[in-house]
């Protein structure tokens, strides 16, 4: 529960930075965050640089926008999670098991069969699709 949440300088670059790290792991420009989200690029911009303190719901925004749970922007990728809320992201999670994971390890093996110009044009047509739902 986020009730008294305050961040304090370090926190608020830490943040910018985590976002920063993970729009630019999704190859997404402050523009492509803007257009989903619905925050000015300028203000993007300034939480990025810690320059702004972003308020619970703009953090919840922009972990909808980056498509990661809100978590993400507190904990490095390398950061554990406590055992309880890890349990329960994994079980969310898209792939990680039944038909999905089944699917997940035919499209590994055939991407693996093919050359990186191929498995670039199948991921940028996937983000084109996401673009396109995401829109309607």
Sequence with gaps: MI????????DLVMIGLRLKEI????????GDIERISGLKRCYVSRVEN???????ET???LARALDVPMYRLFFDGN???PPQSHQRERNRSWGN????RRYIDRLAFALGKMTPNERELILVMAHR???????L
């Design 50 to 56: 810690g320059h702004t303190v972003p308020a619970v």
């Design 129 to 135: 699709v996401n673009q396109r739902q995401r829109r």
């Design 79 to 81: 950061d554990a999670l």
């Design 97 to 100: 098991s039944g038909k999905s």
């Design 59 to 61: 953090l919840e925004k």
């Design 23 to 30: 729009r630019e792991d999704k190859k997404l420009s402050q």
């Design 3 to 10: 009730d008294n949440f305050e961040l304090q300088g370090g």
